[in-house]
């Protein structure tokens, strides 16, 4: 069975090539396109997606106010397709906020030199979409009990690091607004494009207790910090002239992704060892099962998001399967889980 999508834009140009892009591996079928969110609410109770594109700046509503009444009326797998400017990202986050799975950068003017790899980008999200549970994820949000989470002090050389992808936006907020001021710092792998990270950590930042900042090389780590990898950079952590610090570097792709949750989970192991705590969240894929073995062979603490509240449940299936996490745990629990660990290693030490 193919996936059906309907492509929302304004732009005729757009909805072109997005249809021809979809449909170009015979596995994605669009049923329909439509020009603005009042046709495309009708064109989901005819055709009813599997999956809709969705453009943020249209005609008649706005791509943000449509995906509040969507998620709210009748949860639908969205991709958000996001213009890279400044305005964009903050957009775009505001639409995972909402409850969109993901997104994709529009390529820079005229599509020239990037339509190949947006193309190849956007039909795998789609088919990562199509197999999210956003039914499941817009029901325990409303279920989500609230963990109060009142110390995560540790000794000096603790960390704890945190992966995601597809629907990790969310998933690390949920994690990061219980975490207290007082944790370990804090170093998270998520996949999103150069140009998007610094806002998505802006805005943790403006909704956390800690300080939250996308890592710069060489930057030392404090507690009460978390760092956020940048776009396009692998994110590694390094103990030098007896400090931890952040070290970015544009090597070759690991695990099919720069930032790879593995490349970080990875540096954890070597540098914190039993002081490390690790956690797994949702994603396509199995970037992060390696490299979180591998914490826990050293000693470390490690935790999975659980099939239920995950949105897609790639990566913390893989790591289950491989050995690599100690439990598994609903997202609104797994902070409490990182902090218990914490005061475990601080009664050890």
């Not at 986050?93 to 339509?115: C, H, N, R, T, W």
């Not at 963990?147 to 998933?171: D, K, N, W, Y």
């Not at 998001?305 to 745990?329: C, D, I, K, N, T």
Request: net charge neutral.
């Amino acid at each position: 069975m193919s996936i059906k999508v309907l492509v929302v834009d304004d732009s005729a140009l757009i909805r072109e090539v997005l249809t021809r892009m979809l449909m170009r591996e015979g596995d994605i079928d669009v049923v329909g396109t439509a020009t603005d969110p009042i046709e495309a609410r009708e064109k989901i109770k005819a055709l009813n997606p599997d999956v809709v594109t969705l453009d943020i700046e249209m005609p008649n509503m706005n791509g943000l106010e449509f995906l509040e009444k969507l998620m709210r009326l009748r949860p639908t797998p969205v991709i958000m397709v996001s213009t890279l400017t400044r305005k964009g990202a903050s957009e775009t986050l505001l639409a995972l906020e909402l409850g969109a799975v993901d997104f994709v950068a529009k390529p820079g003017a005229g599509f020239a030199g990037g339509i190949d790899s947006f193309g190849a980008e956007l039909r795998e999200k789609i088919r990562a979409a199509a197999k999210s549970d956003v039914r499941g994820r817009s029901a325990s949000r409303a279920e989500a009990p609230r963990v109060p989470v009142r110390t995560a002090a540790a000794p000096a050389g603790a960390l704890i690091a945190i992966g995601a992808s597809t629907g990790g936006v969310e998933a690390i907020r949920a994690v990061l607004t219980q975490m207290p001021a007082d944790c370990p710092p804090i170093l998270i792998a998520q996949h999103m494009p150069a140009g998007f990270t610094g806002r998505f950590a802006a805005r943790l930042d403006e909704l956390c207790a800690l300080k939250v900042v996308e890592a710069e090389d060489r930057l030392v780590l404090q507690s009460g910090h978390a760092y956020v990898a940048r776009g396009d950079f692998h994110l590694r952590v390094e103990r030098s002239s007896g400090l931890l610090k952040c070290r970015l570097s544009q090597d070759d792709l690991a695990s099919g992704h720069r930032p790879s949750v593995d490349v970080l989970f990875e540096s954890v192991a070597r540098v914190a060892g039993p002081l490390g705590v690790g956690a797994i969240l949702t994603g396509m894929g199995r970037d992060g099962a390696r490299g979180l073995k591998q914490m826990r062979d050293a000693g470390a603490y490690t935790v999975g998001q659980s099939q239920a509240s995950a949105l897609v449940y790639g990566m913390p299936r893989v790591a289950f399967e491989e050995g690599a996490v100690v439990e598994q745990a609903p997202v609104e629990a797994i902070a409490a889980r990182l902090a218990n660990a914490l005061v475990r290693i601080r009664s050890a030490a």
